[in-house]
């Protein structure tokens, strides 16, 4: 079936070509049409990011927190990998490889570094020490979201991408709503920064739950095409490696093959007969009397457990329990289990005022 192709009014009628048009097309197969929009926090300032690029500061809470309602999550842990520094100045600062998919990397990556991201050299720990000496992985680990503000909660929708020094207090976060049965899409969540951390540390923290017009505007996003392409659910992985520089085919991905081991056919030898142990000799006829003649003797024959008398009883009932084992000198005591805490000390009191029940 033939598409059907609209040419604009001003083009002139010899020239409505159809197959002049599909350059159009050409022109841009292939590329990125450009980062989705999203929450940027950029040197511990929140600020919204279109997708050409232009940025908008986050007036509210001079721009250290702001209140949103998470719409979606992706199913899959993000993975980016950057072959240069960063530079803020540098015309591009794409990663080289990165996966939305959960499998290997992007059909859209640049540079992926293998066919699958669970066996990737880049993806083991201390494939990058940082500038602290500290062994990490080279490639990334992100979590991504599709937010909408709530002050304009009809959209558009915007992606948030979880670092993965604050995959832990969201997972804290969503593990303390999910066990007191509480949807994330129904509350409203503030999102700032750990002001004890070095670097750019989120938090989220419940203020309240949607209203009724609130709730409308999040049913309309939930479960979208804009939510889809925000959270990367769209990606697919790659089914080869590219050709090397120097001429060559790519690498096809084959999945391992997996080995059987033929267990071999053991070969029953029965064992050698053997004399019967002494204690299972039959008895000769004196031994059997000498039994029967020592049966009869109670003070020779011990008993295997001797009933202690109600004295013996009374006098171990009075004995004191005996110490627990004391550590040694220099070692701590142990704390308590319930001095532990679990989780976010004030989230389940966030949680309570924001249900009423405090």
């Not at 500061?57 to 960063?86: C, L, M, Q, W």
Request: proline share 10%.
């Amino acid at each position: 079936m033939t598409n059907l192709v609209t040419f604009d009014a001003s083009v002139p009628a010899f020239l409505r070509n159809a197959n002049f048009l599909q350059l159009n097309q050409k022109a841009v197969q292939g590329l990125s049409s450009g980062s989705p929009p999203r929450l940027s926090y950029r040197g511990s300032r929140l600020r919204f990011v279109a997708a050409d690029g232009t940025e908008t500061p986050v007036t509210e809470n001079n721009g250290v927190a702001i209140d949103v309602v998470v719409v979606d999550a992706s199913e899959h842990v993000s993975k980016f990998y950057y072959d240069k520094a960063y530079d803020p100045n540098a015309d591009d600062m794409s990663p080289a490889c990165f996966s939305d998919n959960g499998q290997g990397p992007s059909a859209r990556a640049s540079k992926p570094q293998s066919l699958l991201c669970g066996n990737c050299p880049k993806n083991a720990w201390g494939s990058k020490v940082t500038p602290q000496g500290s062994q990490v992985k080279a490639c990334s680990d992100l979590k991504k979201l599709a937010i909408v503000p709530v002050n304009n909660i009809t959209g558009p929708a915007y992606m948030l991408t979880i670092p993965g020094a604050s995959l832990k207090t969201w997972s804290a976060f969503v593990d303390t709503v999910s066990k007191r049965g509480i949807p994330i899409p129904t509350l409203v969540v503030q999102i700032g920064f750990d002001a004890t951390a070095e670097y750019p540390k989120l938090t989220f923290n419940p203020t309240r739950y949607i209203n009724e017009q609130e709730a409308a505007g999040v049913t309309d996003l939930f479960g979208s095409e804009e939510c889809d392409e925000l959270v990367g659910r769209k990606d697919t992985p790659i089914t080869a490696l590219p050709a090397p520089a120097g001429g060559g085919s790519g690498q096809a991905f084959q999945p391992a093959p997996q080995v059987v081991h033929a267990a071999p056919n053991p070969v029953f030898t029965p064992p050698a007969a053997q004399p019967a142990p002494a204690f299972l000799q039959p008895l000769t006829h004196s031994q059997a009397s000498a039994v029967v003649s020592a049966v009869g003797q109670a003070d020779t024959v011990p008993t295997r457990r001797r009933r202690r008398t109600a004295a013996e009883m009374a006098e171990a009932r009075a004995e004191p329990t005996p110490q627990a084992a004391q550590p040694p000198a220099g070692f701590a005591q142990p704390a308590p289990a319930a001095a532990q805490a679990v989780g976010p000390a004030d989230l389940n009191a966030l949680l309570d005022k924001v249900m009423g029940s405090k």
